[in-house]
């Protein structure tokens, strides 16, 4: 195969990107974005901050204009994400009240689900809610503070109700170690909903990387999880520097594992990343492609 994403279905995976809505316009990325990749995850439109800016108004302009682009070019969608401490309008963040608070979350994922509906292959719908403290627990926040660590199991039963087909992920960084305490809070979280019939189908490694790539144990990771009887996605894959072996040694990690459905770069071009300044990504500022990218179509 000569695509990132031809490769990756030849061996029964997806390769996406993240992609924001204001460069589909642009030729040179829409080209790129249209040959390499068959799944697309919106950088920042679908988050809360952009479809619910004050309550119950909703806007889904910016994310539609993506859906409608993967629509026409036969990518499918990753949905990115529903609940999350940042990204978060004050409206929502200053709620102290938890019948409120549950309302307006229960709300915003119904409604945002439900415009979505059929549309969408899987759903961040929790996105980073464990601390980075070495605890294992969740992490301050308003959805943790108000409703207490139940709201993450309310938060995917909502989100199910609204799209049954719809696959659900938890997603997060720094979850790649498996001897770490944040990996293991969410490995117990996920085997808790597994064993009382959560509805979880995914859990998403964000896969931010230093110039080193992945942990030596992150495939032991990925199979530990994969063995609850989940799905397990890189979701926003960067590696500083993209050395070709460290995206080389991330690729094989998903293909050691059959349940590993996916990567997701976070990015087209380095021009293109949120850490543009450690040129992270697979294609440089021109569009050519990178070493990395020989690397990783050869891993696929
Ligand atoms: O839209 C406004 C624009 O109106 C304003 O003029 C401009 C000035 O700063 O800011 C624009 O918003 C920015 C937005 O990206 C859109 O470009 C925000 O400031 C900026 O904070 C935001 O950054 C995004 C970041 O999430 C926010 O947390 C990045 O693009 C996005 O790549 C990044 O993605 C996250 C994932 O969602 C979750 N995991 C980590 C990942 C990297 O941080």
Redesign the pocket.
Known sequence: ATTLGAAAAGVGRYFGT?V?A?KLGDAQYAGILDREFTMITP??EM?WD?TEPSRNHFNFGPADQIVSHANAHNQRMRG??LV?H??LPGWVSGINDANTLRSVMDNHITTEVTHYRGKIYAW?VV??AFADDGSGQLRSSVFRNVLGTGFVEEAFRTAHAADPAAKLCY?D?SIEDWNSAKTQGVYKLVRDFKSRGVPIDCVGF?S?FGNGGPPSNFRTTLSNFAALGVDVQL??LDIASAPPTAYANTVKDCMSVSRCAGITV??IRDSD???SGESPLLFDRNGNKKPAYNAVLTAL
């Open positions: 993240a924001p204001g950088e920042n988050k952009t990115h994400t999350w940042s990204q961040d996105n980073e997603n960084y964000q931010h979701t926003e976070w990015g990343s949120w850490r």
